[in-house]
């Protein structure tokens, strides 16, 4: 086994415990919320990272999601239905978002889906017979698959807890296969792969497609998680956050985008309960990942562990010292 | 009649304040390719410096300007030196430091300046207006329209008759053949980023008079110049310019005749026209 | 605190108290209280948060840190004007920190993410946020308002722009959301009660930088409602002035709120607005108050510490009448809501059957004073509840104020 296997090992029976180890039920609802905001962070490292398209504008894809729960079950349905609904929904809005955006490439792209996005939100906030403006849908409940009661937090996060396991293994089976791979083509070689026959169009809309249906379960998740949706989570703010965890854990990993929505999470919701100025921690803690790790969390702390190691190889005295 | 007069000049007013927003950005994005998302928080930070130097420190109005855009210069000089140029190349990178660095200027303003907006007065050789036409025209904002074309030119003469605009085109078309040439291109590139950061500050103190200097400031002005600079194409001062005031007309004009539109009026269009013509209506053609 | 080690602490605290040779005084031997506080140190309302904090702050110091005989200890949480790390607070608040009583939030849109919650965990809550049918239309069993529904101040400023400046016909003008309609909403309906008209309604959306585009719309009205709210009065008022128009403006509790005044310019000159505090206002509390603030953090008070230092004082008179017995949260807020009080900062104080205050409402205009704004108090109206000038059946009978309702009538 290698070190990394073990490590992953680690992390899984780490995050199974969670409900024992962390001190009370909050902090399970933090976890619960980091999990959540992985999946949609996955999601659109589908798309930075694998397929070279950077997006401002998913937000509106994952408020879309959450929204769609939230006003049918306040019309009146049942859960399994608003569910499905939301999944419907959010993924047609994908298809429609993909074939206005994949118009360009580039800077076009990321200007595209940011006004996609702002056109999102705005809806949200007109659209009253739809949405309740500003002020937003509550949920009243969450489903209660196989007679568990989702109120409770630790069981919430179990549930989250699969769902997210689901996402990782799809995410990864979706890297890994042939798909995957034409997909990183596109990324790095678009006219090449085009000159070879790979319809290069197609291949970005269905990375689209994947990105949009994690997208869309972590909004549901979201939605129960809340169990309130209003316009302020589809702002540009929100979609540029998520991009900034995916960048910041490290784009083009899978484990990357998980660690950096931990990161943003737990500055933005725990930290902040000490610390003020807790967005100028942020800021400068982006600035240091870019500074220190500039590929990301997750693939520059193995290199600078290994750097270290180096150092203290080349320094036993030092070491010796430290030791004492 | 007058409620479209009054559209027309504002538009026009608006447009030149939002030349002198995206000039720089345009600048340091078409030249330097780095997406600089710092930008809405140095026409904010701007404002604020401009703001205290003329109204704590009773500077004359346009060496608080001119004060403000040498701040700004230097902390975008120290940005690109410190951080950017070892980025040169990573998109995803530079989008995270600048972001990153955005969160620490909005903090750092509201720890100095508090959360209160910042009202600047009119300086008084401008303060007032003229009553014409059944119209009220303050000289303020005809001011603005005047400067952004002085600036606009200056830009213009700097690029195309000067050895330091040579160069950045040079340094833009071709790095590598200008590096060879012996062009030196990153000192270059700190040139043209603390010149762009100037602009944004030039830019803030210039609009607070209209539009203060408050907290969100940045994340009100920057969908706009991001904007602006798509649709004009990146590193096209003409393009910058003429979507400035497009943008302008857009913003006052849509906001007057379809009030049930007003949050889709400016990015309706921007989704046509970019799914029409991926590169903006005066960009060159993405390879 | 985790559970057990504040079982823990306060154990031992008894075992000290009970240990102690000299008869303690019953007071000493209370519970101590923990109060939450929800407001925005972060984000575009960042300025009003900090005011609420301050107000609670200095009410608290004021009594040693110490309600009725209650310990009280404040945990402060950035809600960071987002609605969904409000409901992430609130539960901070309530699961971990375990506090008996929250303040705030701030703003209704922050207050709907978290009013289904404290009703699950049965949390009463004092809030500033208006948020009208909270407490109206449906009603939130646990929350009680010691400022103002939005629309409250509102009515008043339609009713005096009727009768005391005699304005005809008004453009209302204000930010595109459900604070912007409940305001306009509530001055429309008096205002046309009267006699008047609303000619024209105009909504700013969120994150325009330039209201021009709308004030141009201003026309064929003798006068201008607005109800701008954070840093948009200001800008408002400058960007009216530039555009040359003259007619008067009124404005709603934010718009000419006393802490902001030292930010407009001249042009603020004249505004006049109504709101559920004054700094005028003469009496004790309020002088105490004042002076407090400018002590402390030498700064003029408005709106935002005002209501939050009531909103304290209301929570002490409620921890008396309650003798120390904060296990029914029910009881806490039916103690709430009971409150009483003559003599607070904002005048008189009870309130109504919904837990909404009711109260004096002052009619103020911006006045240069010894080269410095100020409000000057025009008119009090006494007595306001949240359904003035209506009576409570009446008014909820009626639809609730929308972008659309009450519509223009063309």
Redesign the interface.
Known sequence: MTAIRVALLAALAALIAVPWWVPGDYYVSVASQILIYAIFALGVDVLIGYAGLVSLGHAGLFGLASYTVAAALAGGSGQFGAILLALAVALAGTAVFAALSLRATGIGFIMITLALGQIMWGLAYRWVDLTNGDNGINVASRPMPFGLDLEVATNFYFAVLVVFLLALLAAWIFVHSPFGASLAGTRDQPRRMTALGFHVWLIRFFACMFSGLLTAVAGILFVYYTKFISPPSLQLTSSAEVVLMVISGGSGTLLGPVVGAALVVIVKNVASAYIERWNMLLGAIFVAIVLFMPEGLVPGAPRIWRAVLRWLRANPAAAKGAAE | M??WG??AI?SFA?GGLLFLLSAGFSLI?GLMRV?NLTHGSMFMLGGYVGASLYQTWHLPFWLAALGAAAAMAAFGGLIERL?LR??SG????Q???T??????V???C??VW??????V?TPKSLAG?V?AFG??F?F??MAIILVACVVAALLWALLDKTRLGAMIRAGVDDPQMARVVGIRVSRLFTTVFCLGAALAGFGGIMGA????V????D???L??A??IV?LGG?GSLLGSLIGSFLIGFL???G??MF??L???VL??P??LV???R???LFGRS?S | MSKLNRRKFLAGTAAIAGASAFPMPSIAQAKGIKIGLLCDKTGPLAEGGFQMEQGVTLYLKSKGMSLAGHKVTLVVADTGSNPAVTKTKAQELVEREKVNIVLGPLAAFEMFAVSDYIVQMKMPTLCLAGADDLTQRHPNPFLTRASATSSQAEHVMGDYAAKVMGLKKVACIDSDFAFGYEQQGGFQQVFEANGGTVVKKIWAPLGAPDFTPFIAQIQGCDGVSQGFAGAAPVKFMKQYADAGLKLPVCGGETAGDDALLPRFGDEAIGLVNACPYTIDLKNDANDKFKAGMMKEYQAIPGFYAASMYVTVQVVESALRALHGDLSKPEQIVKALRAVKLKDTARGPLSFDDKGNAVGNMYVRKIVKDGGKLTNVTQKTYENVSQFWPLDEAKYLAQPAYTRDYPPVKS
């Open positions: 007058s409620l009054i559209l504002n608006f994005f997406p951080l070892r980025l990573s998109i995803l990178a989008v995270l430091v972001l990153g660095i955005s969160f620490i909005a903090d750092f509201l720890l508090t959360g209160d907006p910042i009202s007065t207006g009553r119209l009220f303050t303020y904002r008079p209209v539009l203060t408050y907290p969100g400031l994340t009100d002005m969908p706009l991001l904007l798509i990146a913003y006052n004009f906001q007057a009030p049930e007003a949050y889709f990015f309706l921007m989704v970019l799914a029409l991926p590169q903006g993405a």
